[in-house]
């Protein structure tokens, strides 16, 4: 079965830090991995990728505080938050897909998501 699971969602302070999870099933390695959110009332937004050749990228609401990682049997996918601010409130969301090519992915496999509350 594919799935994606996120856990590690919850309340936090600003300026606070979290690290939400992905347990990745039935996903086959040559695939993106990513994690989205949406902010309530707003469109959904990615966050961070990883692509099957090796390489990260982050959106510029998140780069030098937010970092994407995986486990080494790549079956969990992290998401580490730091300086958390209340703007980040929002769903968070992994998914999966094949690359197209470098510089694209398809996001067919989605998780539930996971509420991130920030306070002021």
């Known amino acids: 079965q594919v799935q994606l699971v996120e856990s590690g969602g919850g309340s936090v302070e600003a300026g606070g830090s979290r690290r939400l999870s992905c347990e990745v099933s039935?996903?086959?390695?040559?695939?993106?991995l990513g994690w989205f959110r949406q902010p309530p009332g707003k469109q959904r937004e990615v966050l961070a990728t990883?692509?099957?050749?090796?390489?990260?990228s982050y959106s510029g609401a998140v780069k030098g505080r937010f970092t994407i990682s995986q486990d080494g049997s790549k079956n969990t996918l992290y998401l580490q938050m730091i300086t958390l601010k209340p703007e980040d409130t929002a769903t968070y969301y992994c998914?999966?897909?094949?690359?197209?090519?470098?510089?694209?992915?398809?996001?067919?496999?989605w998780g539930q998501g996971t509420q991130v509350t920030v306070s002021s």
């Open positions: 990883i692509h099957p050749t090796g390489g990260d």
């Open positions: 039935g996903v086959a390695s040559t695939n993106c």
């Open positions: 998914a999966a897909g094949p690359s197209r090519n470098v510089n694209a992915c398809e996001w067919r496999i």
